[in-house]
């Protein structure tokens, strides 16, 4: 058989994965995407990163989980995104079970690798520009999910009552929200999200038992509840929801879909949510300044529309192109029009 050697940019790709997985490394490292290719090249396939990926062999019942990447596990384990939080939950449910057995060393006789369910502890925090890219969201997405963040802030107890409300100084001076704030954060994005799921959740990423959450925990948690609401349906949200889920007046968001269609070429009918129509980029790009009245920045631009288009289709449904409008940018008089 051919065999590749444990040095390159697939090395770095594979820890990606692992890291989206929750492992937690032994050395913290950047993002692929965030290498150079002569960084990537010195990427080595190491003990701690051998060691994670036996527990995956494991998990697929290989008899010698010596941490070597073979074909088989390979190829199990790149699965369509539907199937990713299944197999990242079969992960947990790993590390749950050899923690109840209290089994400490492998085969290997390597480090016991770690589960990073979203804590960062002391480690430096990644920048809102590195969320986006890890979790594939715009900046006016992660922005929108910031200032929901910070809208459930507590006080300080010895706060004078005409104090300013808390903020969120983050990367590098990041505020948390306790358990109960958090619980009713969560239902702002995830309203079905029942008490038992949330109390594993909380636990898996409350790494250090503290109670208490930061940002970019929380914008993890959301990213999850995406992927497994995308990946569980095709079902569009109807625009009730969509104005639920930005935290925008109806009737803002269904003046938006108007102009959304009325942007659409001659003769293309948008049956949105069931029929959704697209809208090129060209067209997309048009519709962004007519209705924040602002250029549009051309890196800013290109960056969200790689991210939202992740499929490469060439156009964006009514849903989509929410996602790359920043709210913030609409003019106060369309605002007050429609509160």
């Known amino acids: ?6 040095k390159g940019p697939h090395v770095s790709l594979i820890c990606d994965f692992l890291e989206l997985l929750g492992f937690e490394l032994a050395h913290r490292r950047p993002w692929r995407s965030e290498l150079s ?37 390979l190829e199990k384990v790149l699965v369509p995104p539907e199937g990713f939080l299944l197999l990242k939950g079969r992960v947990e449910d790993e590390f749950e ?6 089994e400490g ?20 925090k990644p920048t809102m520009e590195a969320l ?14 910031h200032e929901l963040f910070e809208s459930y802030l507590v006080p300080e107890e010895d706060a004078p009552k005409e104090a300013p409300p808390p903020t969120c100084g983050y990367p590098e001076n990041p505020a948390s929200i306790l358990r109960p704030q958090m619980r009713a954060l969560v239902s702002e994005v995830n309203p079905n999200l029942t008490e038992a799921e949330f ?33 569980s349906s095709s079902r569009k949200m109807a625009l009730a929801e969509l104005s639920q889920a930005y935290a925008e007046p109806l009737a803002l968001v269904s003046y938006l879909h108007t102009c959304f269609k009325d942007q659409l070429p001659e ?23 007519v209705v924040t009245l602002q250029r549009v920045d ?42």
């Open 199 to 231: 109390d594993a959740r909380f636990r898996r990423i409350d790494e250090d038992g503290s109670g208490e959450i930061e940002f970019d925990e929380f914008v993890a948690w959301v990213h999850n509840d995406e992927i497994q609401v995308v990946g």
């Open 267 to 289: 003769g293309q009918a948008d049956g949105y949510p069931e029929e959704p129509a697209g809208l090129s980029k060209a067209d997309v790009r048009e519709l962004l300044e």
């Open 37 to 73: 290719d002569e960084q990537a090249e010195q990427e080595w396939w190491t003990s701690d990163r051998a060691d994670s990926w036996s527990v995956l062999q494991a998990i697929h019942g290989v008899a010698l989980a010596d941490g070597v990447v073979e074909r088989e596990v």
């Open 97 to 102: 079970r050899r923690a109840e057995a209290g």
């Open 132 to 145: 986006c890219e890890r979790h594939g969201m715009t900046m006016a997405r992660m922005t929108w999910l």
């Open 298 to 339: 051309d890196d800013e631009f290109e960056a969200d529309w790689q991210i939202v288009d992740a499929n490469a289709r060439g156009c964006l449904d009514f849903d989509e192109f929410l996602e790359i409008l920043d709210f913030d940018e609409l003019p106060a008089d369309v605002r007050e029009q429609y509160q």
């Open 1 to 6: 058989e051919f065999e590749v050697p444990p």
């Open 105 to 124: 060393d492998y085969e290997r006789g390597g480090d016991v690798p770690s589960l990073n369910c979203g804590g960062n502890g002391s480690k430096q």
